[in-house]
C-alpha cells in the first residue's frame, strides 16, 4: 500500500471515532430530561381553577355543616299587670304581677301547639291566718272567652326554673307568703281577654263551721 493510501485509511478511521463520540452525548441528555419529568409528577398539585377565574381549595371532611337555629323558647309578649284577688272569708290575698304568652312547647308537642298556648302568670300569694286553710295551683284556672276554664300545666315548669323562674309551691301553708310562676295551657291561641279564676273550696274550719265554695275572677288583659 502507497503512503497516500495509508494516510487516507487514517483520516477515515478517525472520522468514525468522532461519530460514535457524538451519539453517546446525544443519550445522555435525554435521560436527563426523563428525570426531570419524574420529578415534576412527584410535585404537590395546585387547586383546581373554576371556570371565572377562581380556585376551589381542598374541604375539609371533619368540618360540621351548619345547624338550622334552634327557635328561642319564649315568651313571646310579657305584660306587667297590676290585679288582686283577696278572700275575705279565709284572709287570702293573690296578686297578679305579671302575665307572660306565647311559650313555646316542648320539642315534639306539634299537636298540642296547634291548639293550645302556655301562658306563665307571676303571682304572689299571702296565705290567711284566720283559719288552718293553705292555698294551693288546683285552686286557680284562666279564663280565655273558652267553654272550660284553663287549667294549670306544669309542661315547662323546669323551663322556667332554668331561667330563674320559680314555680308557685304545691301548698302554701296558712299565715306564709310566696311568689312565683304558673304555667296554664289555653285555648284559643292568641285569646285578647285573660282572666285568673280563683276558686275557693268549700272549708270546713275549727268549730264545725263550713265556709261554702266561691269563685272570685280578675281580668288580667
Same mark, same amino acid.
Given at each position: 500500500?502507497?503512503?497516500?493510501?495509508?494516510?487516507? &485509511? @487514517?483520516?477515515?478511521?478517525?472520522?468514525?471515532?468522532? /461519530?460514535?463520540?457524538?451519539?453517546?452525548?446525544?443519550?445522555?441528555? !435525554?435521560?436527563?430530561?426523563? *428525570?426531570?419529568?419524574?420529578?415534576?409528577?412527584?410535585?404537590?398539585? *395546585? =387547586?383546581?381553577?373554576?371556570?371565572?377565574?377562581?380556585?376551589?381549595?381542598?374541604? %375539609?371532611?371533619? +368540618?360540621?355543616?351548619?345547624?338550622?337555629?334552634? @327557635? =328561642?323558647?319564649?315568651?313571646?309578649?310579657?305584660?306587667?299587670?297590676?290585679?288582686? $284577688?283577696?278572700?275575705?272569708?279565709?284572709?287570702?290575698?293573690? +296578686?297578679?304581677?305579671?302575665?307572660?304568652?306565647?311559650?313555646?312547647?316542648?320539642?315534639?308537642?306539634?299537636?298540642? &301547639?296547634?291548639?293550645?298556648? /302556655?301562658?306563665?302568670?307571676?303571682?304572689?300569694?299571702?296565705?290567711?291566718? &284566720?283559719?288552718?286553710?293553705?292555698?294551693?295551683?288546683?285552686?286557680?284556672?284562666?279564663?280565655? !272567652?273558652?267553654?272550660?276554664?284553663?287549667?294549670? %300545666?306544669?309542661? $315547662?315548669?323546669?323551663?322556667?326554673? &332554668?331561667?330563674?323562674? =320559680?314555680? /308557685?309551691?304545691?301548698?302554701?301553708?296558712? !299565715?306564709?307568703?310566696?311568689?312565683?310562676? /304558673?304555667?296554664?295551657?289555653?285555648?284559643?291561641?292568641?285569646?285578647?281577654?285573660?282572666?285568673? $279564676?280563683?276558686?275557693?273550696?268549700?272549708?270546713?274550719?275549727?268549730?264545725?263551721?263550713?265556709?261554702?265554695?266561691?269563685?272570685?275572677?280578675? =281580668?288580667?288583659?
Amino acid at each position: 500500500m502507497s503512503i497516500a493510501r495509508q494516510v487516507l &485509511a @487514517a483520516f477515515a478511521a478517525a472520522a468514525l471515532v468522532a /461519530l460514535s463520540g457524538c451519539t453517546g452525548s446525544a443519550g445522555a441528555e !435525554g435521560g436527563g430530561a426523563t *428525570s426531570t419529568s419524574d420529578l415534576s409528577s412527584t410535585s404537590p398539585t *395546585s =387547586p383546581t381553577s373554576q371556570p371565572g377565574g377562581s380556585s376551589s381549595a381542598p374541604t %375539609d371532611p371533619g +368540618t360540621p355543616s351548619a345547624t338550622t337555629p334552634t @327557635a =328561642p323558647a319564649g315568651p313571646t309578649a310579657t305584660v306587667a299587670v297590676r290585679a288582686s $284577688i283577696t278572700d275575705p272569708a279565709l284572709g287570702h290575698v293573690i +296578686t297578679v304581677r305579671q302575665v307572660q304568652r306565647g311559650w313555646a312547647w316542648p320539642q315534639g308537642d306539634t299537636v298540642a &301547639a296547634g291548639l293550645f298556648e /302556655l301562658v306563665a302568670v307571676q303571682m304572689t300569694w299571702q296565705a290567711g291566718t &284566720a283559719y288552718t286553710a293553705s292555698l294551693s295551683p288546683d285552686m286557680f284556672t284562666l279564663g280565655s !272567652g273558652a267553654r272550660l276554664p284553663n287549667l294549670v %300545666d306544669p309542661v $315547662i315548669d323546669a323551663t322556667l326554673v &332554668a331561667e330563674s323562674m =320559680p314555680i /308557685l309551691p304545691a301548698t302554701l301553708p296558712y !299565715g306564709k307568703s310566696a311568689t312565683g310562676w /304558673l304555667v296554664f295551657k289555653i285555648e284559643p291561641i292568641g285569646a285578647k281577654a285573660l282572666s285568673l $279564676i280563683y276558686t275557693r273550696p268549700t272549708t270546713v274550719v275549727s268549730g264545725g263551721e263550713t265556709i261554702p265554695a266561691k269563685t272570685f275572677t280578675v =281580668p288580667l288583659t
